[in-house]
């Protein structure tokens, strides 16, 4: 599975990554393997010098040279990072090794992947539509800035702690995420997404939309009031044809205790044709919060209601810091005075530490420098996120008040057609009771039934006119209304793109700058450690020296990390470890 997360509980990451410990982009030194997926390695990363944990996401050795879906990757960031919603994850930075690997630097999330949860069965009908609310309300923003994700399924739904409760969603993995259609990045004929989630459409080869995210909302909603997917086969292509033409299960036939609305919405979601489907995810929202109002409350939204521990935070840095390397510079100084008490130190001893005291008071200054920088990148980010958000919420009202009026439309052009049918029954009378009458004037029948009967049948074809008349104005104001609505979506998502351009810019040389110092940093580690090494080199053999050797090497260690140095120990810690190790 292809996320950003830590699980509360599980298996250790493999330490036979090669990659572990490596450093990204000259800053994002990687800790642990969090998961795989269909176009990437994911990590938990560190940034080297200030104390930022991120999961970083690294495209697959063997697809560095499938362009499209390099190209994918970066659309991903840019997708996510402009809907900029709480339910979406956050995307920190993007950018290609020096190596030429692609990597994605993503919000470091602990949480409970919905597929976990729904492996235990089905799950109660307040909190799946409060789980499904919270994907709608994200999937809206999303739709409305020209986003589809493409591969919506219970593994890309996180649900998290935050703000003092449960199951706050974040939907993970826009790896197929478009935005307005990019049909250059995918190959001809192209099926992408998993099956079991797959829309008609999609299972037809179709380029997906807003309403092939719906459909797979209808599939995660089906698993939550009952416990199984709605379409289940031993191969892809049988899933397939299944999604394209078989009609989905009654959840009540499966559950018969299964919710009455719940089972309405969810078989609505999951029609054939996507005419007959939610118009969008503003209307499903409010189909959805219409039900949420006559259920009963979350007991599970209060933390530790249920007795379920919160998921530890992420783990602690694996080294102290350049701001400890003074602490070292000091204690090999202690050694030389207590190994060399008549002064006279070898002269590479006294270059060692020399060099130990200046690479410490350089790499201090350079950490204040490269923290200063974040602290100026960080500014920026929060005054885009602030102002996407700002962008974002504007759309959504105007896309919610547009889904309404678009509705309403709709149901006026029934009422006209409709109307349109009776008046022309109603002028079809009419004719016939007029012809009857001037038939009878002809043959000198002046009986006022007759001409009642035809000034009552025009009459009514006048009031049909009047009425369709009226309803077509109506509908033709709404339709105008949401001409308009569309025009301020359409400007503000314009909008939206140039600045997001301009800010993407400004990150990009801002993290330029950081990398470079951050660069620099790593030289001063690589310097220093080979000024420790070549210091234990003379002081180690030295008994009145043990005592301060040991001490170097436990009181920087990592609190709470896992026992054993080399694991406790990173970057220059290590290999100082190693170097006394052998020696």
Known sequence: MERAIQRPAGPKASSTDPLIGKVVAGRYRLEARLGEG???????????????????KLIRPDLRGETHLRAWMLREARAANRVDHAHIIDIHDIGETEEGELYLVMEYLVGTPLSAELARGPMPIARSVDILEQMCAALARAHDLGVVHRDLKSDNILLTHRGGRKDFVKILDFGLAAIARD???????????????MSPEQARGEEATAQSDLYALGVLFFEMLTGQLPFRANDRDTLLEMQRTHAPPRPRSIRPDAHAQGEAIVLRLLEKDIRKRYRDAHHLQEELKALQRGLPAHAWEVEGSDGVPVPPPPPPPQSAGVIEWASRAALFSRMVSRAYPSGQVPQEV????????????????LEGEVASLTRKLEALERRGRAL???????????????????REAMADGEDVEKVRVELAAAEKLALSARQLADGAARQGNHDPLIYERAGAAGATAQAKR?????????????????????????????????YAEALEEDLAQGRERVAARTREGLAYEKSFSEASNLLLSHLRNKP???DLVAELLTSHASPGADSGSDQRLSGSDRRLNNATERN
């Open 466 to 498: 009047e009425q369709l008349g009226r309803y077509e104005h109506k509908k033709n104001t709404r339709e105008a209304n949401a001409r308009d609505l569309r025009r301020q979506i359409d400007e503000l998502r314009a909008q939206l793109a140039r």
């Open 350 to 365: 006294q270059n060692g530490l020399a060099q130990a005291w200046d690479l410490a008071a350089r790499a201090n200054k």
């Open 388 to 406: 996407r958000a700002e962008i974002g919420r504007k759309v959504e009202e105007l896309a919610h008040e547009e889904s309404r009026v678009m």
């Open 183 to 197: 049909p250059r990045l995918a190959p001809k004929g192209a099926v992408f997404g998993t099956p079991e989630y």
């Open 544 to 546: 009145e020296c043990r």
């Open 38 to 56: 269909g176009m990437g390695v994911v990590y938990r990363a560190r940034h080297v010098l200030i104390d930022r944990v991120v999961a970083l």
